[in-house]
C-alpha cells in the first residue's frame, strides 16, 4: 500500500515514521513534509491548500489512504474533495470537522447533549462580551471562535486584563475570521488529560493518554503555545478517571455527532480537565491527531498504525483491538527564539546526530542545506522524544538528547512530565 500524508510538522513526521514500521505499507509520502522526514518518507512539494492538486495527484500515483494532518484543511473541507474524486482518506468531512473549527458549535453541542464542560456564553459583540465578563468572578477563560494554531485561548485574571484580550481578538483581529467570535467560560481548576480516539463514524478506541504542555515556559508560565511538550502514561489518575472520560465524555459525543447528522470518522482528540474529584470535563475537542500529543502516543502503539486508520475508512474498526507497550514516552518540544510570538529562522542546529542515539526526533520547524547543514524554519523545531520502562528513565533520555542540540536562541521547558506525581487537582486551568 502507499500512503500519502498532509502536512509538515512533528505529528505528521509521527505519524510516517509509525505508517513507515507497517508492513503493509510499501511507500510513505508526505506533502508538503520537511527535509527531517526524509528517512522514513519521501516528499511531494504540494501546498496543503492545494486540494484538488492532491487529490489528482493521489489518482495519478495509485495512492491508496491520505491522511490529513493539520486542522485547517480539515475544517476546509479537503476531505469532501478528496472523497468526491474517489480517493480514500483518514479524517473527518467538513460537518463533521466543524466540532474543532467553531467552538461555539462544540460547546453547543455538549450542552444538547449533557456533556460535561465549562460553564460558557458566546459572543459577537465585543461590548457584550465586556458586559458579561464584568459580572464574572475571576480567572475567568476567553477563546476565539474559530482555528487558531492552539493560541486562540486566554486566561485572564482581572477585568482590564479581559478588556484588552476582547479589543485584540473582536476588535483589533488578531486571529482575524477565528476571533469575530469568542467563548467566555468558567476557569476549571484540576490536571488534564489528553484522549486521542480512532472513530469510524460508530466504533470508538480510544488511544492511551497524554498530557500536554501549553504554556511556554516552566511553571505553566507565559503565552499560551501549540504545546511545549507530552507525556503518556498518565500515573496520577485512576483508570477509572480514564474509563469515566471514554463513556461518559467521548462515546456520547460521537453519539452526538451521528445524531446530529455529521457522523464522525477519523481521529477525534478530546483535550479534558479532570477536576480534584476525578471528574472529566471537555476543554476542547479536535478533528485530528494533537501535536504533540501524537509524538508521545504513537511510539507505544503495538497494534499496525495502517491497519487502524483503513479500519476507519472502512467501518470496520469494531474487528480491531488495540494494544500498547508498557513503556513511557517523553517529548520535549525545542523552540525558537521568541516563540509562540514573531521568532528566529535560519539558525543553524548541530547535534542532531549524537541526539539521535539517545531518543526519537520528530522534526517540525527545519530545513536541510546542500551541504547538509540543518536550520531552524519555525517556531516549534523539534520534538525529541525520550522512551523507557518508566516516565523517570523516558525523561532522563529526552533531556540527555535535548542536551546535544544547540541553536541560537533555542528554548525548552525542563519540566515536562514533572506533573505525573503531584497530586491530582495541583494543576491549573486548561489553556488548548
Known sequence: MKVLIIGSGGREHALAWALKQSPKVSKVLVAPGNAGM??????????VTDYEGIAKYARHHDIDLVVVGPDDPLADGIVDVLQAHGVRVFGPDRKAAEIEGSKVFMKDLLRAYGIPTAAYAAFEDAEEAKQ???????????????????KGVTIVQTFEEAEQVLNEVMIEGKFGASGSRVVIEEFMRGQEMSVLAFVDGET???????QDHKPAYDGDTGPNTGGMGTYSPLPQFREEVFTRAVEQVIKPTVRAMAAEGRPFRGLLFAGLMITPEGEPKVIEFNARFGDPETQVVLPRLKTDLFDVLWACTDGTLNQIELEW????????????????????KGDVITGLEEASKQALLFHAGTVREQDGTWRTNGGRVLG???????????????????????????????????????????GSAGTQ
Do not use: W
Open 132 to 150: 458579561y465578563v464584568r459580572a464574572q468572578a475571576m480567572p475567568i477563560v476567553i477563546k476565539a471562535d474559530g482555528l487558531a494554531a492552539g
Open 204 to 210: 470508538v478506541l480510544p488511544c492511551v493518554p497524554a
Open 38 to 47: 526524509e528517512d522514513v518518507a519521501e516528499t511531494v512539494p504540494f501546498r
Open 384 to 426: 525529541v522524544v525520550g522512551r523507557g520502562p518508566d516516565l523517570a528513565a523516558a525523561k532522563a533520555n529526552a533531556y540527555e538528547a535535548v542536551r546535544q542540540i544547540r541553536f541560537t536562541g533555542m528554548h525548552y521547558r525542563t519540566d515536562i512530565a514533572d506533573k505525573a506525581n503531584r497530586q491530582l487537582g495541583a
Open 325 to 344: 507497550r508498557d513503556e513511557a514516552a517523553v517529548c520535549v518540544i525545542v523552540a525558537s527564539e521568541g516563540y509562540p510570538g514573531s521568532y528566529r
